[in-house]
């Protein structure tokens, strides 16, 4: 064999295998959507990957994602969502609050779209039912904001003299209005004053607390809201700083320092929505997935920042708490 002959021939079996890599699939690109933020919600763009792992799927690898954050400022989420089916994502993972659900089911109603939402997902419209989704979206109801009067309830067996309780919300929240009557509704069964108050910027943070302070109330319960979620640190040292009695509404405000939290893992409902999101990659549809609901609630007691307020725990609370921080 000519030398010429034998470099062509090995230079055609060294393209070969080259070229039938470029006929592969492109792998699957994920869109994640959130209207919190990077930095403070990196743990649970871990529980989300976590989901994914579950079946097989590790972002990299086998999988790639796109990821659009609105840092609080809801009116971002629209182009955010719009810009991901752009993309022509395989899926979008709607986190971060059913506002981002909301936001993409509004852009498409083709691309999957799975959610994680605190508020009731069939009154917001993002599902027809929780046993039957229909259409293109599913995802995770973590109902955060039906638990207000619960919360009322555990604050007031922290400060049984108390009469008035001050409730911060975001009322650009899509359920906020409904998760305030149902604390109203909570207050009033327990003789107690409910004062909302309304926080839609960091700015307004000061003014809530100071109304607090000004108006002698003994508590405070925040609402449900992806925004002050993740400005968890903030609201917790404004509490610590003006020594208000405060309960929330995930246990990550506890380990910040935060006084009480009750509610369902948030941590396990990014995992869940990883491993819905994990599914539709492998085929199925969002329609035939029932909404999960969670099954339990975590109430936890920061003994350390009780202590720092002069608080005592009654003992009777302390033993119903599933975890106290000491």
């Given at each position: 064999m000519r030398r010429r002959d034998f470099t062509a021939q090995l230079g055609a079996a060294i393209a070969w295998p080259v070229a039938a890599r470029g006929q592969q699939p492109a792998m699957p690109v994920i869109g994640f959507l959130s209207g919190r933020s990077p930095a403070e919600s990196a743990y649970l763009v871990g529980a989300f990957r976590t989901g994914l792992n579950e079946l097989g799927y590790v972002e990299g690898r086998n999988v790639n994602a796109e990821y659009r954050w609105a840092d609080g400022h809801y009116e971002r989420l629209p182009a955010l969502a719009a810009e991901l089916v752009g993309r022509r994502v395989a899926v979008i993972a709607a986190t971060g609050g059913s506002v981002s659900g909301l936001a993409a089911k509004a852009v498409t109603q083709t691309t999957p779209i799975i959610f994680s939402s605190g508020g009731d997902a069939v009154k917001l419209g993002l599902v027809a039912s929780l046993n039957r989704p229909g259409g293109n979206v599913t995802g995770v109801n973590l109902i955060f904001g039906a638990l207000g009067a619960k919360r009322l309830e555990l604050l007031r067996d922290l400060i049984p003299q108390a009469t008035a309780i001050a409730m911060l919300v975001n009322l650009n929240y899509p359920s906020a209005s409904t998760e305030v009557q149902?604390?109203?509704?909570?207050?009033?069964?327990?003789?107690?004053?409910?004062?909302?108050?309304?926080?839609?910027?960091e700015?307004?943070?000061?003014?809530?607390?100071?109304?607090?302070?000004?108006?002698?109330?003994?508590?405070?319960?925040v609402g449900d809201d992806p925004f002050l979620q993740s400005r968890r640190d903030q609201l917790v040292q404004?509490?610590?700083?003006?020594?208000?009695p405060a309960i929330y509404f995930s246990r990550d405000f506890s380990d910040a320092g935060g006084l009480m939290s009750y509610g369902p893992s948030i941590i396990d409902a990014y995992r869940l929505v990883g491993f819905y999101t994990a599914r539709v990659l492998k085929g199925?549809?969002?329609?035939?997935?029932?909404?999960?609901?969670?099954?339990?609630?975590?109430?936890?007691?920061?003994?350390?920042?009780?202590?720092?307020?002069?608080?005592?725990?009654?003992?009777?609370?302390?033993?119903?708490?599933?975890?106290?921080?000491?």
């Open positions: 149902e604390a109203e509704a909570g207050a009033r069964s327990l003789g107690l004053q409910l004062h909302v108050l309304n926080a839609t910027t700015s307004e943070f000061q003014r809530a607390v100071a109304a607090v302070v000004a108006q002698r109330m003994a508590g405070l319960l404004l509490a610590a700083l003006h020594a208000i199925e549809k969002p329609a035939d997935l029932p909404v999960i609901q969670p099954t339990k609630f975590e109430l936890v007691i920061n003994l350390k920042t009780a202590k720092a307020l002069g608080l005592d725990v009654p003992p009777t609370l302390l033993a119903r708490a599933d975890e106290v921080i000491e």
